[in-house]
């Protein structure tokens, strides 16, 4: 399958990189340094080519250097299958207080959203504070879902944010204590038409999900998964026609505004679902599996989601894999090592020990993070 990459990644006053440039190869990318030296900076770096906050979810101004003139930019080149293309995005210290966003361009032009990035590459990312994915809040498996969703379908981000804003609204009036009718019909009419579309969209990806995990051998290293929805408004675009499940949605905000106006929110909608994740071979919920097995469990759904990427949207993701190695298994490794190779897409991996690498030697670029700076490891 087709596999963008990028070819040289340029940070300036991005957290503790004053200025960087490096050169990347194809393939896997294995980054080893001390815990702190800056190999998850560089992870969130290429994160941030993607719509969104990046992959730890942090306000521009923190990511910003200390230091700095409070902005940052970074900048890539990539080569891919529209052939050569130039990303650059980030902020700028003298923007106005309150804006929060950042600016995107590519090939020089400035582009209208971030969404725009998504013509020329996917990033999906695994890192350590997923492993509590399947034990942590809903709030963080709606996250992890959407961000899947979105590397496949660009207009996914824009209908969360639509849904989000009336949904603050409605709450907003809740608070008021408003008897509006017409002002509440309104917006109730935006959230079911958005929210069924969220709705039918995270259940379009789990099911051609559920499809890709079958690929994978019932016995092999990373388990196969049984994933569903949970949530009434799920069940309601499971079982009906949009346009049906999007007016029982609309008619139960209408119906459930006194309740929702004592709880002082929403209760009803996307924003409530959740991801359900079962172990196959054990016919287990996730949530009751060994941490080592929520690990392999979430691999390999991260996996079979990079393989439907490449097949759906026609490139392969870039992965971005942050400590990866270290809590699996020698033989759990060489499998990642050797699907990775087989999906063909660039994938960044760190970790603190080289040695969990070796079997990649001479199949791999491998970079040493030394706070602020990246260089060649000899020997490989």
């Not at 957290?15 to 194809?26: E, G, T």
């Amino acid at each position: 399958m087709p596999s963008p990459h990028i070819t040289r990644l340029t940070l300036t006053n991005f957290r503790n990189y004053a200025a960087l440039a490096v050169d990347l190869r194809p393939g896997a990318v294995v980054l080893t340094g001390d815990n702190g030296a800056g190999k998850t900076n560089l992870l969130e770096a290429v994160s941030l080519l993607a719509p969104g906050r990046g992959l730890r979810r942090a306000a521009y101004g923190e990511v910003a250097r200390e230091g700095g003139d409070g902005g940052f930019a970074l900048h890539a080149r990539l080569d891919g299958p529209g052939g050569e293309a130039e990303i650059g995005t980030g902020t700028s210290g003298n923007d106005n207080p309150g804006e929060g966003g950042r600016k995107v361009r590519i090939n020089g032009a400035a582009a209208r959203s971030a969404e725009a990035m998504l013509e020329w590459l996917r990033v999906v990312w695994l890192t350590p504070s997923m492993d509590s994915l399947f034990t942590g809040p809903a709030g963080d498996r709606r996250r992890f879902l959407d961000r899947l969703v979105l590397a496949i379908d660009a207009g996914h981000g824009q209908r969360a944010l639509d849904y989000e804003k009336a949904m603050r609204g409605r709450n907003r009036l809740l608070a008021e204590g408003s008897r509006d009718g017409a002002w509440f019909e309104a917006i109730e009419t935006q959230m079911a038409e958005t929210g069924t579309a969220i709705a039918a969209a995270r259940a379009e990806m789990v099911r051609l999900l559920a499809a890709m995990i079958e690929r994978l051998p019932g016995d092999g290293p990373f388990p196969q998964a049984d994933i569903g929805l949970a949530g009434e408004l799920e069940a309601a675009v499971a079982t009906m026609p949009a346009v049906e499940a999007e007016e029982r949605f609309r008619r139960a905000l209408a119906e459930g505004r006194e309740r929702d106006r004592a709880a002082g929110r929403t209760l009803e909608g996307p924003h409530r679902a959740d991801l359900t994740v079962r172990h196959r071979p054990k016919a287990m919920a996730a949530e009751y599996c060994s941490t080592g097995e929520q690990k392999a469990l979430l691999v390999g759904i991260v996996l079979s989601h990079a393989r439907l990427t490449g097949e759906m949207a026609g490139m392969a993701p870039i992965l971005l894999l942050d400590e990866i190695a270290a809590h699996l298994d020698a033989g759990r490794r060489a499998a990642l090592f050797s699907i990775l190779e087989e999906l063909g897409g660039q994938t960044f991996m760190t970790g603190t020990d080289a040695a969990l690498f070796s079997s990649l030697k001479g199949r791999a670029q491998f970079l040493t993070v030394d706070h602020g700076t990246v260089t060649a490891t000899e020997g490989f």
